[in-house]
């Protein structure tokens, strides 16, 4: 079976990280190749790759070099030691496996790496030595696969260094049949479509950075490569929500769905949009369609409280406000919210402890403008 995403696969101990060992100056070092990972890094400049860099991925590919004999044509045998071989170096140069929400391969080339870096590697090193390999994407996930005569092929988890069959990844990454069906999954990725996901993972870094007019521009060359790439819609319609450009966001996430209606996330992102339109019962549907997609995220609960608190739904809301709180009870905003639930449905008392149990978790929070509107709500109460 294939590993889970959260469990750490290249674990061996080591006392360096890659990038120690020898990295020339910035300015004296040129790179040897010009691979899919190079130009990764081309692209990563503006938001940090340097030279060491460039030499930590030179230095890989003249190790497989040096223990891979390229030959004419491959059997199913050799391409699995092929590939054991290419998993073998990056374990032992002391890469460890790790999971992140903005994979940037000159991040992982310091020494932690995720599934997408890892696979960035092994098509940069088939490109230098003629290997019939092909990236392939699942849903927030990508892996490598190696073409066999006939149409036969071989599929490799580079984060486990194992085979793994197209129904193991359907079913450890729940992909469905619309998705095979819309081509976004579980296909061999032709280059420019590889390179679309350099450009979606730093739109996604300059959106956190709040540089949208950046975002935008490489979410942009990102959908032109790749009009199949989930992760560049649910970006550009996180941009349009920003800009209130609400129909466009939901267009978006729209398509992010289509492409991947597994993914909770877009589910929850599209019914966040829904309640800015005031579109309260597609909010709510979409943040039940994310719930049952995935039920331990405790804000997806909380704002659907929060949705079902506007329509007077205050059981339903305060039993939401209570699960988020089961999930994350260190989280004074859950309590902040139930507090305001139980306030609204007259409960005196119980809105009390919550409030207190806010205060104990965050005392500053008494300064906060919300603060002071529930206790006007508390003192309104009181008075009846």
């Known amino acids: 079976m294939i590993e889970k995403i959260v469990r750490r696969l290249f674990n061996k101990s080591r006392s360096s990280t890659p990038q120690d060992e ?29 030279c060491p860099d460039y030499k930590v991925l030179d230095d890989i590919i003249d190790e497989a070099k040096r223990r891979i004999e390229p030959k004419q044509k491959y059997s199913r045998q050799d391409a699995l030691k092929i590939l054991r071989t290419i998993g073998n170096i ?30 960035i590697i092994y098509l940069s090193i088939a490109e ?15 892996f490598v696969r190696w073409k066999l005569i006939k149409g036969s092929y071989v599929n490799w988890e580079t984060t486990s260094m194992t085979k793994a069959t197209d129904e193991e990844y359907k079913n450890e990454f729940r992909i469905m049949k619309d998705s095979i069906k819309e081509k976004a999954f579980l296909r061999g990725l032709s ?32 959908l032109e490569l790749n009009p199949k790439n989930d992760l560049a819609y649910n970006t550009r319609g996180s941009i349009f929500s920003k800009k209130q450009d609400l129909d466009k966001s939901i ?12 993914n909770d996330n877009y589910h929850y992102n599209r019914g966040c949009v829904w309640n800015k339109k005031g ?60 507090a305001i639930g139980l306030a609204k449905k007259g ?6 402890a919550s409030y207190n149990e806010v205060l104990q978790l965050c ?9 002071k509107q529930f206790c006007d709500m508390i003192a309104k109460i009181k008075q009846k």
């Open 191 to 222: 280059r420019q479509e590889v390179l679309s996901y350099a450009y979606s993972n730093i739109a996604y870094v300059f959106y956190f950075r709040n540089d949208i007019i950046s975002s935008y521009e490489y979410v942009q060359k990102s």
């Open 347 to 352: 409960e005196y008392y119980g809105a009390l």
């Open 90 to 119: 990056l374990t032992e140069k002391g890469f460890e496996y790790y999971t992140t929400d903005t994979p940037l391969l000159s991040n992982s080339l310091k020494g932690k790496i995720d599934c997408d870096d890892l696979s």
């Open 128 to 142: 230098v030595l003629n290997l019939p390999l092909v990236g392939i994407r699942a849903p927030h996930h990508l």
């Open 22 to 50: 020898g990295a020339e100056s910035r300015e004296e070092y040129k790179p040897k190749y010009n691979t899919i990972g190079h130009e990764f890094l081309d692209l990563e400049k503006i938001v940090g790759a340097t």
């Open 279 to 338: 579109d309260l019962n597609r909010a709510i549907s979409d943040f039940s369609q994310a719930i049952l997609l995935n039920s331990n995220v405790d804000f997806y609960y909380c704002d659907r409280g929060i949705v079902l608190s506007k329509k007077g739904n205050m059981d339903e809301a305060i039993a939401d406000f209570n699960a988020a709180i089961s999930l994350k009870p260190d989280n004074h905003i859950n309590h902040f919210n139930l």
């Open 251 to 262: 267009s978006d996430f729209s398509q992010a769905i289509r492409l991947d209606p597994s």
């Open 363 to 371: 005392p500053e929070f008494a300064y906060d403008t919300k603060s």
